[in-house]
């Protein structure tokens, strides 16, 4: 029989905090600005939005730590049925932003379904993938009738439209298949029909405003007053930074240059306050998070775990190097924000819950190397021991006294 105290994993438990309590900072920093001259509210508005956030967000992950992650298997059809009414509603009820639904608002206090979206699809991929293992190889019966709700969510938030989250979705859907035991040549079908299918509707969703932010991506100065303004200012903070940066709170290119210092762009102001090193350690405890991520998954004996693992991980690694490509250039302008670090708070709460189950598999992982409980058979009470004496001296018959 085995203990059953499970120890947290701390390091994985800490990091987040870490990088939350350093994203409150940073927001203070890069918005006070923003926030009174923008908006025209308190320097510290931002700051303490982002505060409750994070609180809420503690609190949350704490009780995901210690919610068996098993019990989520039981849950996934409330989850999707939850997930997909919401999509549904913003599209009609949702808040107008920059042309796109994607913000339910009630009463001061915005949400975006879609980042709900991001983890209910990584539980039902997980949950289902792993109920097929045994026949995963089954192309039709395994593979094809996860993607058709997949499909449809996608659908749904390109529909508000939400490019860059849609491809966050369809990125960590990718990765949760392609780890699920499928064939490779599956996995290139399943790849040649996507590229098919973005081919095809790509075109049909084609603006000048996205072509703007390609061609501002790749050749900012092409037009450094328009498309590649973002993305200028961005280098000339990156560029200001230099190693140790100008020191925290000195940033230039947040006195207005730099569109959304808070948000998208909160690298950058990292970069020009806290230089390169700043940015290093920043990426280097994302980095870790993944990477550990990515280990408990391989060391996990439960296919659900296992695949929920990596749906966190992935969804880490891909919203840090979608942020990190738009800030310099790597990759056009998505509005996705950075980890744990970006002001908002339906990522943020979302995130911080994605760890604390991430920290629960942890802990089952951890219990394997638990030593293991001792069988102490119970002493035999004097009645017992005087029926066994009178068994033995009856000659060893079936009745006692």
């Given at each position: 029989?085995?203990?059953?105290?499970?120890?947290?994993?701390?390091?994985?438990?800490?990091?987040?905090?870490?990088?939350?309590?350093?994203?409150?900072?940073?927001?203070?920093?890069?918005?006070?600005?923003?926030?009174?001259?923008?908006?025209?509210?308190?320097?510290?508005?931002?700051?303490?939005?982002?505060?409750?956030?994070?609180?809420?967000?503690?609190?949350?992950?704490?009780?995901?730590?210690?919610?068996?992650?098993?019990?989520?298997?039981?849950?996934?059809?409330?989850?999707?049925?939850?997930?997909?009414?919401?999509?549904?509603?913003?599209?009609?009820?949702?808040?107008?932003?920059?042309?796109?639904?994607?913000?339910?608002?009630?009463?001061?206090?915005?949400?975006?379904?879609?980042?709900?979206?991001?983890?209910?699809?990584?539980?039902?991929?997980?949950?289902?993938?792993?109920?097929?293992?045994?026949?995963?190889?089954?192309?039709?019966?395994?593979?094809?009738?996860?993607?058709?709700?997949?499909?449809?969510?996608?659908?749904?938030?390109?529909?508000?439209?939400?490019?860059?989250?849609?491809?966050?979705?369809?990125?960590?859907?990718?990765?949760?298949?392609?780890?699920?035991?499928?064939?490779?040549?599956?996995?290139?079908?399943?790849?040649?029909?996507?590229?098919?299918?973005?081919?095809?509707?790509?075109?049909?969703?084609?603006?000048?405003?996205?072509?703007?932010?390609?061609?501002?991506?790749?050749?900012?100065?092409?037009?450094?007053?328009?498309?590649?303004?973002?993305?200028?200012?961005?280098?000339?903070?990156?560029?200001?930074?230099?190693?140790?940066?100008?020191?925290?709170?000195?940033?230039?290119?947040?006195?207005?240059?730099?569109?959304?210092?808070?948000?998208?762009?909160?690298?950058?102001?990292?970069?020009?306050?806290?230089?390169?090193?700043?940015?290093?350690?920043?990426?280097?405890?994302?980095?870790?998070?993944?990477?550990?991520?990515?280990?408990?998954?391989?060391?996990?004996?439960?296919?659900?775990?296992?695949?929920?693992?990596?749906?966190?991980?992935?969804?880490?690694?891909?919203?840090?190097?979608?942020?990190?490509?738009?800030?310099?250039?790597?990759?056009?302008?998505?509005?996705?924000?950075?980890?744990?670090?970006?002001?908002?708070?339906?990522?943020?709460?979302?995130?911080?819950?994605?760890?604390?189950?991430?920290?629960?598999?942890?802990?089952?992982?951890?219990?394997?190397?638990?030593?293991?409980?001792?069988?102490?058979?119970?002493?035999?009470?004097?009645?017992?021991?005087k029926d066994v004496v009178n068994l033995h001296e009856r000659g060893g018959k079936t009745w006692v006294n």
């Open positions: 029989m085995r203990n059953e105290r499970k120890k947290i994993d701390f390091p994985l438990f800490m990091t987040p905090l870490l990088l939350g309590a350093f994203g409150i900072l940073m927001v203070y920093s890069s918005s006070m600005v923003y926030a009174v001259v923008q908006l025209e509210v308190s320097s510290t508005y931002f700051l303490i939005k982002q505060l409750q956030w994070f609180c809420l967000g503690t609190v949350i992950m704490g009780i995901a730590a210690y919610f068996p992650y098993r019990k989520y298997q039981r849950l996934v059809k409330a989850m999707v049925f939850v997930m997909v009414v919401l999509l549904i509603g913003v599209l009609f009820m949702g808040k107008l932003v920059n042309n796109a639904r994607s913000w339910f608002e009630v009463a001061g206090i915005t949400f975006q379904p879609a980042e709900l979206a991001k983890i209910g699809l990584i539980f039902y991929l997980a949950s289902v993938y792993s109920k097929k293992t045994a026949y995963i190889h089954d192309f039709i019966k395994a593979v094809i009738p996860p993607l058709v709700l997949t499909s449809f969510v996608l659908m749904l938030i390109m529909k508000q439209p939400d490019i860059g989250t849609a491809s966050i979705i369809f990125l960590i859907a990718s990765t949760v298949i392609a780890s699920s035991g499928i064939r490779v040549k599956h996995l290139l079908g399943l790849s040649g029909v996507a590229t098919g299918l973005l081919l095809f509707t790509v075109p049909n969703m084609v603006t000048e405003e996205r072509i703007s932010r390609f061609t501002g991506a790749f050749n900012p100065f092409e037009d450094p007053s328009n498309s590649g303004f973002h993305l200028i200012q961005s280098y000339l903070a990156i560029g200001n930074g230099g190693l140790f940066g100008q020191g925290l709170g000195n940033s230039i290119q947040k006195l207005g240059f730099l569109p959304e210092p808070h948000t998208d762009f909160i690298l950058a102001v990292i970069a020009e306050e806290l230089g390169l090193l700043g940015v290093t350690i920043v990426i280097g405890l994302l980095a870790f998070v993944v990477v550990r991520g990515l280990y408990i998954a391989k060391k996990c004996r439960d296919p659900f775990g296992s695949l929920l693992a990596i749906g966190i991980a992935s969804m880490i690694a891909i919203q840090t190097f979608i942020n990190i490509g738009s800030m310099s250039g790597l990759l056009p302008i998505t509005g996705v924000p950075l980890p744990f670090i970006s002001y908002g708070g339906s990522s943020l709460l979302i995130l911080m819950f994605s760890m604390g189950v991430l920290n629960n598999i942890a802990m089952e992982v951890m219990s394997y190397d638990l030593p293991m409980k001792k069988e102490v058979k119970p002493t035999p009470t004097k009645s017992k021991q």
